[in-house]
């Protein structure tokens, strides 16, 4: 093997082997831990610093932030790829203590997620008791913003996916195979789900209100020879291999996607590939080659 691939395995490894050994309140992030470094990487790259301020060893809200958040793997992806990730504890001395002083961080204070430029600092406002994966992600994509960074779309469904907003809907259709195709391919719909219900075949949709309508979802689903059902007793999701078919038969039927990347892949991939692999992480798109 050459020596410039062996060099690139043994940092890969060595990367996932300190994720592995974190605390599990730092979740599986690669962190670095210093600010300085975290600065000079920052200006280097043009990457905002994600700074984690938290608890290590840390109560059980601390440890479940770490195990439901900071590991859920498109935002560690996310955080990994788009941001120059640094963690500071906040309950340490030494270096840690002179960083929380330096941001006016209060010590044991529950974790809290700060978005820094290279001049450090706050791209965005400070804001305590964001502890939710929709939360994280919707703040993520407010600092790519502000700092004229692209956003990645799977980041965007992630915090979709994860909005406390969502609505759902029932839709009947001749062959709910064709109708997660045409209702997946909407803005605003997040996930879908084939079903039956009545004795009929229908799509269970979640969308977000505030950026389609229930008029508004209604109205082009009839476009699409779908008929809402308002009501959603007597749904009952179909088997396995009746959801998403549009991927079946191909490589990406295989790839560990959450269930709003499986949505949009799914409705966009026998119409527009390049579009339904814009939704994919690099990791996957990787995975695929």
């Known amino acids: 093997m050459k020596p410039h691939l062996v060099s690139l395995m043994l940092m890969i490894l060595s990367a996932s082997c300190l994720a592995a050994s974190n605390p599990i309140e730092a979740g599986t992030i690669t962190w670095g831990r210093d600010l300085d470094a975290a600065l000079a990487a920052s200006k280097s790259t043009g990457k905002p610093i994600f700074a984690l301020f938290q608890e290590i060893p840390g109560c059980a809200g601390c440890q479940q932030f770490g195990r439901d958040v900071l590991s859920n793997p498109l935002l560690v992806e996310a955080v990994e790829t788009e941001f120059t990730p640094l963690l500071i504890h906040n309950n340490k001395p030494g270096k840690d203590a002179e960083v929380l002083q330096r ?3 209060p010590a044991w204070n529950y974790q809290v997620v700060r978005f820094l430029d290279a001049d450090a600092k706050d791209i965005i406002p400070r804001r305590d008791q964001v502890w939710d994966t929709g939360g994280i992600a919707a703040r993520m994509i407010t600092t790519l913003e502000k700092a004229k960074r692209p956003v990645p779309a799977y980041l965007r469904l992630l915090a979709a996916e994860h909005s406390s907003g969502l609505k759902q809907a029932v839709f009947s259709m001749f062959c709910f195979w ?3 195709m ?7 719909v997040v996930t879908t789900e084939a079903g039956f219900m009545g004795g009929r075949e229908v799509v269970l949709v979640h969308y977000d209100p505030a950026v389609i309508s229930l008029p508004r979802l209604t109205a ?7 008929q809402t059902m308002q009501a959603t007793g007597g749904y009952r999701p179909a088997p396995a291999d ?8 191909t490589a990406l039927a295989k790839l560990p996607l959450s269930p709003a990347q499986a949505t949009k892949v799914n409705a966009w991939l026998r119409v527009d590939t390049e579009k339904a692999m814009s939704f994919l992480t690099p990791s996957q798109k990787a995975r695929l080659r």
């Open 182 to 188: 045409a209702l997946g391919q909407l803005d605003g």
């Open 103 to 105: 941001f006016g961080e």
């Open 178 to 180: 064709t109708g997660e």
């Open 242 to 249: 009746d959801q998403k078919k549009q991927q079946s038969g």
């Open 220 to 226: 082009a689903a009839e476009k699409a020879d779908c």
